[in-house]
């Protein structure tokens, strides 16, 4: 079983649509992030989330915009899409104050 | 500002030759300092988290060590399937569960 799964992997998709990407998690973990990695390889936090915090970090457009139905779910919105937001974009979750279980990544490319 | 660099960028050795990867941090009351491996198209894969200066950690040929400014993640002998990308990632006291990442090393192992 996945333990951080992510959806889809690969998205392309035209300036100014809005799209979402979806993840789950079925580790039991308390709290899920996405990060962002662009063409230099660096992960930036973007979000951290659990049941009772939302931490944006402040640079983090308020185009995107993270969707919690519930522990296991931490999805990402992305509203007017620009070429600047192309990167691979991860979601993670983690437990305490262990290391995080990344998914495997979604590629978007704005076009 | 937390900051963490990596050193060198990229690194290539021969199968068997021994060498150092370096993590050089400043951070405000530091919570752990973790290494990750990342395979092309993959998520960061946790290796190990060290929290205390002249703690070390191993793992098959790896082994972390901590200095209160760096930390050495030591490959020994590496193999060909050692070849992966090595993140370092901080987390300080104002950061709550996220973390900082350096740039990574490319560490690539010829046969």
């Known amino acids: 079983d996945t333990a951080v799964s992510q959806t889809p992997k690969y998205l392309v998709t035209q300036m100014g649509n809005d799209k979402s990407i979806k993840c789950e998690q079925n580790?039991?973990?308390?709290?899920m992030y996405w990060y962002k990695q662009d063409s230099k390889k660096f992960l930036k936090i973007m979000f951290s989330y659990n049941n009772k915090e939302l931490i944006i970090n402040e640079t983090v457009p308020n185009r995107f915009s993270p969707k919690s139905p519930d522990k296991a779910h931490l999805n990402l919105h992305i509203n007017s899409l620009e070429l600047g937001d192309s990167a691979v974009y991860f979601c993670?979750?983690?437990?305490?104050?262990?290391?995080?279980?990344f998914g495997s990544g979604t590629r978007l490319t704005v076009v | 500002e937390d900051q963490v660099t990596q050193s060198p960028e990229a690194l290539r050795l021969q199968e068997g030759e021994s060498s150092s990867l370096n993590c050089s941090y400043t951070?405000?009351?530091?919570?752990?300092l973790f290494w990750y491996r990342q395979d092309p198209g993959k998520g960061p894969e946790f290796l190990f988290t060290?929290?205390?200066a002249g703690e070390e950690k191993e793992k098959e040929r790896l082994k972390a060590t901590l200095t209160k400014k760096e930390s050495f993640l030591h490959i020994t002998a590496p193999k060909p399937e050692d070849s992966a990308t090595y993140l370092c990632a901080v987390r300080g006291a104002n950061y709550g569960q996220n973390f900082v990442f350096g740039p990574g090393t490319r560490l690539s192992v010829l046969p």
């Open positions: 060290l929290y205390s």
């Open positions: 580790l039991g973990h308390d709290t």
């Open positions: 951070v405000s009351g530091l919570r752990g």
């Open positions: 993670a979750s983690s437990h305490g104050q262990e290391g995080y279980t």
